[in-house]
Protein backbone atom coordinates (compact mmCIF):
# COMPACT_ATOMS: atom_id res chain seq x y z
CA UNK A 1 0.00 0.00 0.00
CA UNK A 2 2.97 2.42 0.58
CA UNK A 3 4.11 2.02 -3.24
CA UNK A 4 0.40 2.62 -4.21
CA UNK A 5 0.24 5.79 -1.80
CA UNK A 6 3.49 7.57 -3.23
CA UNK A 7 2.08 7.06 -7.02
CA UNK A 8 -0.67 8.81 -5.95
CA UNK A 9 1.14 11.14 -4.47
CA UNK A 10 3.39 11.67 -7.36
CA UNK A 11 0.49 11.26 -9.91
CA UNK A 12 -1.72 14.22 -7.84
CA UNK A 13 0.85 16.38 -8.07
CA UNK A 14 1.93 15.80 -11.87
CA UNK A 15 -1.45 16.60 -12.61
CA UNK A 16 -1.94 19.74 -10.48
CA UNK A 17 1.43 21.05 -12.19
CA UNK A 18 1.02 19.93 -16.12
CA UNK A 19 -2.75 18.40 -15.90
CA UNK A 20 -4.26 15.21 -16.51
CA UNK A 21 -3.96 15.31 -19.95
CA UNK A 22 -0.06 16.27 -20.09
CA UNK A 23 0.94 13.79 -17.83
CA UNK A 24 2.11 9.70 -19.15
CA UNK A 25 2.05 7.04 -16.62
CA UNK A 26 5.95 6.64 -17.51
CA UNK A 27 6.22 10.15 -15.73
CA UNK A 28 3.86 9.48 -12.40
CA UNK A 29 6.72 6.02 -11.88
CA UNK A 30 9.45 8.33 -12.03
CA UNK A 31 8.21 11.03 -9.45
CA UNK A 32 7.40 7.94 -6.98
CA UNK A 33 10.50 5.82 -8.24
CA UNK A 34 9.53 3.20 -9.85
CA UNK A 35 9.17 2.30 -13.69
CA UNK A 36 5.67 2.67 -15.41
CA UNK A 37 5.30 -0.77 -15.91
CA UNK A 38 4.97 -1.54 -12.33
CA UNK A 39 2.33 0.97 -11.48
CA UNK A 40 0.18 -1.79 -13.21
CA UNK A 41 0.72 -3.76 -10.39
CA UNK A 42 -1.07 -1.53 -8.30
CA UNK A 43 -3.64 0.65 -10.35
CA UNK A 44 -5.14 0.13 -14.22
CA UNK A 45 -3.80 2.79 -15.89
CA UNK A 46 -3.87 6.89 -15.57
CA UNK A 47 -7.75 6.79 -15.57
CA UNK A 48 -7.59 4.38 -13.08
CA UNK A 49 -4.93 6.56 -10.76
CA UNK A 50 -7.49 9.52 -11.38
CA UNK A 51 -10.50 8.08 -9.98
CA UNK A 52 -8.90 6.59 -7.21
CA UNK A 53 -7.87 9.87 -6.37
CA UNK A 54 -11.26 11.65 -6.82
CA UNK A 55 -12.80 8.70 -4.60
CA UNK A 56 -10.25 8.74 -1.34
CA UNK A 57 -10.58 12.82 -1.51
CA UNK A 58 -14.30 12.16 -1.40
CA UNK A 59 -13.91 9.88 1.80
CA UNK A 60 -11.01 12.22 3.36
CA UNK A 61 -14.01 14.94 3.48
CA UNK A 62 -16.18 13.26 4.26
CA UNK A 63 -14.51 11.95 7.16
CA UNK A 64 -13.54 15.12 8.62
CA UNK A 65 -16.30 16.59 8.07
CA UNK A 66 -18.59 13.79 9.74
CA UNK A 67 -20.24 14.61 13.15
CA UNK A 68 -23.49 15.63 14.01
CA UNK A 69 -24.51 18.16 16.68
CA UNK A 70 -27.90 19.33 18.56
CA UNK A 71 -27.26 22.55 17.49
CA UNK A 72 -27.14 23.05 13.45
CA UNK A 73 -25.24 26.46 13.32
CA UNK A 74 -22.31 24.65 15.50
CA UNK A 75 -22.55 22.10 12.97
CA UNK A 76 -22.54 24.12 9.99
CA UNK A 77 -19.14 25.82 11.00
CA UNK A 78 -17.93 22.73 11.63
CA UNK A 79 -18.54 21.39 8.58
CA UNK A 80 -17.23 24.90 6.52
CA UNK A 81 -14.14 24.52 8.51
CA UNK A 82 -13.08 20.82 8.22
CA UNK A 83 -13.59 21.21 4.65
CA UNK A 84 -11.44 24.61 4.29
CA UNK A 85 -8.84 22.22 7.07
CA UNK A 86 -9.35 19.59 4.19
CA UNK A 87 -8.15 21.76 1.03
CA UNK A 88 -5.69 23.72 2.70
CA UNK A 89 -3.91 20.34 3.47
CA UNK A 90 -4.23 18.71 0.55
CA UNK A 91 -4.13 21.64 -2.28
CA UNK A 92 -2.64 19.36 -5.57
CA UNK A 93 -6.18 17.42 -4.65
CA UNK A 94 -8.46 20.27 -4.06
CA UNK A 95 -7.35 21.58 -7.69
CA UNK A 96 -7.01 18.71 -9.11
CA UNK A 97 -11.01 18.06 -8.35
CA UNK A 98 -12.10 21.42 -9.62
CA UNK A 99 -10.36 20.99 -12.97
CA UNK A 100 -9.89 17.79 -13.86
CA UNK A 101 -13.48 16.27 -13.14
CA UNK A 102 -14.33 16.06 -16.64
CA UNK A 103 -11.09 13.98 -17.43
CA UNK A 104 -13.22 10.88 -15.24
CA UNK A 105 -13.78 8.38 -17.53
CA UNK A 106 -16.65 5.43 -16.63
CA UNK A 107 -17.71 4.21 -14.02
CA UNK A 108 -15.37 6.53 -11.89
CA UNK A 109 -17.20 9.21 -13.16
CA UNK A 110 -20.87 8.43 -12.39
CA UNK A 111 -19.39 6.98 -8.37
CA UNK A 112 -18.09 10.61 -7.77
CA UNK A 113 -20.78 12.41 -9.01
CA UNK A 114 -23.44 10.20 -7.19
CA UNK A 115 -21.58 10.42 -3.90
CA UNK A 116 -20.37 14.36 -4.49
CA UNK A 117 -24.09 15.04 -4.27
CA UNK A 118 -24.75 13.09 -0.98
CA UNK A 119 -22.09 15.31 0.24
CA UNK A 120 -23.80 19.06 -1.24
CA UNK A 121 -26.79 17.47 0.33
CA UNK A 122 -25.83 16.62 3.56
CA UNK A 123 -24.53 20.30 3.53
CA UNK A 124 -28.11 21.47 2.26
CA UNK A 125 -29.84 19.26 5.33
CA UNK A 126 -27.46 21.11 7.70
CA UNK A 127 -27.97 24.51 5.75
CA UNK A 128 -31.56 24.51 5.97
CA UNK A 129 -32.17 22.91 9.59
CA UNK A 130 -30.23 26.44 10.41
CA UNK A 131 -32.43 28.24 8.76
CA UNK A 132 -35.74 26.34 8.26
CA UNK A 133 -37.25 29.22 7.16
CA UNK A 134 -35.18 29.46 3.64
CA UNK A 135 -36.72 27.86 0.67
CA UNK A 136 -34.48 24.60 -0.81
CA UNK A 137 -33.66 27.20 -3.91
CA UNK A 138 -31.59 30.08 -1.43
CA UNK A 139 -30.01 27.30 0.37
CA UNK A 140 -28.53 25.43 -2.50
CA UNK A 141 -26.86 28.47 -3.77
CA UNK A 142 -25.79 29.80 -0.52
CA UNK A 143 -24.20 26.22 -0.43
CA UNK A 144 -22.60 26.10 -3.96
CA UNK A 145 -21.32 29.55 -3.21
CA UNK A 146 -19.76 28.60 0.26
CA UNK A 147 -17.98 25.42 -1.14
CA UNK A 148 -16.78 27.89 -4.22
CA UNK A 149 -14.56 29.85 -2.21
CA UNK A 150 -13.88 26.96 -0.13
CA UNK A 151 -12.64 25.22 -3.23
CA UNK A 152 -10.74 27.93 -4.77
CA UNK A 153 -8.24 28.36 -1.06
CA UNK A 154 -5.08 26.54 -3.47
CA UNK A 155 -5.34 29.70 -6.11
CA UNK A 156 -5.29 31.74 -3.06
CA UNK A 157 -1.70 34.04 -1.87
CA UNK A 158 -0.01 31.36 0.40
CA UNK A 159 0.90 34.03 2.92
CA UNK A 160 -2.71 34.90 3.47
CA UNK A 161 -3.79 31.38 3.90
CA UNK A 162 -0.86 30.79 6.57
CA UNK A 163 -1.54 34.01 8.71
CA UNK A 164 -2.25 33.34 12.37
CA UNK A 165 -6.10 32.64 12.39
CA UNK A 166 -6.82 32.76 8.93
CA UNK A 167 -9.10 29.33 9.53
CA UNK A 168 -11.27 31.02 11.94
CA UNK A 169 -11.62 34.22 10.03
CA UNK A 170 -12.66 32.18 7.03
CA UNK A 171 -14.99 30.15 8.87
CA UNK A 172 -16.68 33.26 10.49
CA UNK A 173 -17.07 34.84 7.26
CA UNK A 174 -18.35 31.46 5.72
CA UNK A 175 -20.77 31.05 8.38
CA UNK A 176 -21.89 34.37 8.16
CA UNK A 177 -22.72 34.19 4.46
CA UNK A 178 -25.38 31.77 5.14
CA UNK A 179 -27.27 34.74 6.92
CA UNK A 180 -27.98 35.97 3.30
CA UNK A 181 -30.74 33.13 3.07
CA UNK A 182 -32.57 34.72 5.66
CA UNK A 183 -31.56 38.82 5.71
CA UNK A 184 -30.66 39.18 2.56
CA UNK A 185 -33.16 41.58 -0.02
CA UNK A 186 -34.91 39.84 -2.49
CA UNK A 187 -32.63 40.40 -5.51
CA UNK A 188 -35.05 40.03 -8.49
CA UNK A 189 -34.73 42.20 -11.88
CA UNK A 190 -37.19 44.86 -10.57
CA UNK A 191 -35.44 44.67 -7.02
CA UNK A 192 -33.87 47.82 -5.44
CA UNK A 193 -30.98 46.10 -5.17
CA UNK A 194 -30.92 44.74 -8.77
CA UNK A 195 -31.19 48.68 -9.77
CA UNK A 196 -28.40 49.74 -7.93
CA UNK A 197 -25.96 46.84 -9.13
CA UNK A 198 -27.32 47.73 -12.78
CA UNK A 199 -26.43 52.11 -12.09
CA UNK A 200 -23.71 53.12 -14.35
CA UNK A 201 -20.11 53.42 -12.03
Given amino acids: MARADDILTAAAELFFERG ?10 AKAGVTGPAIYR ?6 DILGTLFDQGMDDVIRVTGGRFDDPHIEL ?6 HARHVLSKPHL ?15 RSA ?3 RAIRYLERWQECAGRAYPEADRERVAIAVDSVLGIL ?14 GFLDLLTSH ?8 VDAPEA ?8 ALAEPR
Avoid at 155 to 162: A, C
Avoid at 174 to 181: I, Q, T
Fill in 20 to 29: FGAVGVDQIG
Fill in 42 to 47: HFKGKD
Fill in 77 to 82: AHICRE
Fill in 94 to 108: ASIWIREDRSLVEPY
Fill in 112 to 114: FIR
Fill in 151 to 164: NSLPNWQRELTRTS
Fill in 174 to 181: AVASFRWL
Fill in 188 to 195: GIDSPLAA
